[in-house]
């Protein structure tokens, strides 16, 4: 059984004990409700449009009820709760909520990476060495390549921690591979960055 949630709209300012949120509930796509829950620690509430909704929920309820116990630890102790629609329903709106975080992270990243060689847990944390101008420009000057790989062989890779990688898409892998870098402890390039040679300095313009 296909169970979805859309146009969810999430209140962080009303969170309190749990998510506040309001959802389409759809089931095997078909439209046949609303989620919703206030934010002040009670349970997820849904219900249908008709009575031809309501009879798809129901049936959506004992669908849910047949799924594997939900397992969590606390305090070092395991739990399991067995499964319900409303159980799912928030696992959905978890899954939106974090994919949203990974995306905002990801972006975060990817800004950082224009002017600062970025070292991290990939989709967990990062940081930051920064330049006084983009790595784009110091690609292109005569000495720029050798100034990047310089400062990770002696600035990045001898603090580099445990699970951390060079997390910049914007640097050619020559220049990392000849810094030392391993291929475990950078993030590959999506596509070769050509570095380009003979460049005319604009004046003005240093490292």
């Known amino acids: 059984m ?21 959802a389409t509930l759809y089931i ?14 009670g349970p997820t509430d849904y219900y249908g449009f008709n009575e031809r909704d309501r009879q798809l929920i129901k049936e959506a309820e004992e669908y849910c009820k047949n799924l594997p116990p939900e397992k969590f630890t606390s305090a070092g102790k395991e739990y399991t709760l067995d499964n319900n629609l409303t159980m799912y329903i928030d696992n ?8 949203k975080e990974l995306q905002k992270f990801r972006r975060k990243v990817d800004k950082a990476m224009e002017q600062s ?9 990062f940081r930051t060495l920064a330049f006084k101008m983009p790595i784009g420009m110091l690609l292109v000057h005569p000495n720029g390549p050798n100034i ?7 600035k990045i890779i001898p603090n580099l921690k445990e699970r ?26 999506a596509e070769t960055l050509p570095l ?5 300095r604009k004046k003005g313009r240093g490292i």
């Open 2 to 22: 296909k169970i979805e949630l859309k146009n969810i709209h999430h209140s962080e300012q009303l969170s309190q004990e749990t998510n506040a949120f309001s």
């Open 28 to 41: 095997n796509d078909i439209k046949v409700g609303t989620a919703t829950n206030q934010g002040h620690g």
């Open 92 to 99: 959905l709106l978890y899954k939106h909520l974090s994919q």
């Open 117 to 125: 060689i970025v070292v991290g847990v990939p989709d967990h944390s």
């Open 148 to 154: 990047l790989k310089d400062v990770i062989a002696t």
């Open 164 to 189: 951390e990688q060079v997390l910049n898409t914007n640097i050619p892998e020559k220049v990392l591979q000849d810094a030392g870098l391993k291929p475990e402890r950078y993030v590959k390039p």
């Open 196 to 200: 380009k040679k003979n460049i005319q």
